[in-house]
């Protein structure tokens, strides 16, 4: 099953119960429509006080849709292939 921020399965993920998105998980999936998204990386980075944790987590779990105020692929940033995480 592919991880998402609704589901925390992890004590270490504690942190999510902080996430600014809770209950708005449709909005950060991938198919969210490109207003929905862009309203989504705004919540995260004007109002998440978890941002650093959700980047790690993303990245660690090959996140896709949106997290950390940034539109993933598998954990890496979608169309910015040079800046991608590792
Ligand atoms: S940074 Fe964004 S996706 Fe991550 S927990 Fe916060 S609001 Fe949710």
Redesign the pocket.
Known sequence: MRPT?TVIVDPADR??S?????G?APA?DETATPWEQRK??Q???T?????A???E??RRTKFTG????ETLLYGRRRGHPETAAS
């Open positions: 921020l942190w999510m902080r996430a600014a998105c809770i708005q950060y989504a990386r919540l995260c980075l109002s998440c006080p978890v941002l944790e959700c980047r987590w993303a949106t997290a950390a105020g």
